[in-house]
């Protein structure tokens, strides 16, 4: 488990912030790398064989009420979901292209 503990130059809130979580998990180069998670009770044991090597739990955010502080949990796989980034980014040395569809 990963938790960062951010000060932020703009104010932000949480739907702000997973608002933009979510999108990065859904779409553009990050798709494989972040899941996201809406998960209330979110355990290591439910992140266990995830494809990506990192996981937010988006019900944990933490923001200040002036929205300068923001503390992410992020679950973090180290074996297969690092062993699927050895694989993707091998596969990226290789050039081979797969898209990924949702």
Do not use: C
């Not at 798709?31 to 998670?37: L, N």
């Not at 090597?53 to 933490?62: E, L, R």
């Amino acid at each position: 488990l990963v938790v960062l503990n951010l000060e932020l130059g703009t104010p932000t809130s949480i739907d702000g912030i997973n608002s933009t979580m979510k999108k990065y998990a859904l779409e553009g180069d990050l798709v494989e790398q972040i899941k996201y998670s809406l998960s209330n009770e979110l355990v290591s044991s439910d992140i266990v064989g995830s494809s990506a090597p990192a996981i937010y739990d988006s019900n944990a955010t933490i923001v200040t009420e002036d929205g300068k502080n923001v503390v992410l949990y992020i679950w973090y796989d180290n074996e297969y979901g690092y062993s699927h980034q050895v694989i993707r980014l091998a596969k990226y040395i290789a050039q081979v292209r797969r898209f990924t569809y949702y």
